[in-house]
Nanobody, 131 residues
Framework: QVQLVESGGGSVQAGGSRRLSCAIFRYAATYSSNCMAWFRQAPGKEREGVAA???????TYVDSVLGRFTISQDETRDTLYLQMHELKPEDTAMYYC???????????????????????RGQGTQVTVFS
């Protein structure tokens, strides 16, 4: 139904910025999503929801990135972004985008943890922050 392809990862010095993109390819004309999100996973750690955005543009973030990261989507909702500023070594992880059509759209921005539960996911893009 849908394919998600992330890009924009790489190595960045602590304090720097990076913007991740996620291209959404819909193969089923009937596919729609009311929730899109980013989650990350560092080696040896569990997946962590980073941010989510719903069809109305409402957002939610995990506390550790609040004020530093911004999730957004283009007008057609075919591209999802994650703008990251003031990066820290602890932000080092594989970053994944995800999407789903939730039965209750309000669940999308209830908590960032929703990101790890969404059905459709990409292959990820690595972000490495060095000090």
């Amino acid at each position: 139904q849908v394919q998600l392809v992330e890009s924009g990862g790489g190595s960045v010095q602590a304090g720097g910025s990076r913007r991740l993109s996620c291209a959404i390819f819909r193969y089923a004309a009937t596919y729609s999503s009311n929730c899109m999100a980013w989650f990350r996973q560092a080696p040896g750690k569990e997946r962590e929801g980073v941010a989510a955005i719903d069809v109305y543009g409402r957002t939610t973030y995990v506390d550790s990135v609040l004020g530093r990261f911004t999730i957004s989507q283009d007008e057609t909702r075919d591209t999802l972004y994650l703008q990251m500023h003031e990066l820290k070594p602890e932000d080092t992880a594989m970053y994944y985008c995800a999407s789903d059509n939730l039965p209750d759209g309000d669940l999308c921005t209830g908590a960032s943890t929703i990101a790890t539960t969404l059905t459709h996911r990409g292959q990820g893009t690595q972000v490495t922050v060095f000090s």
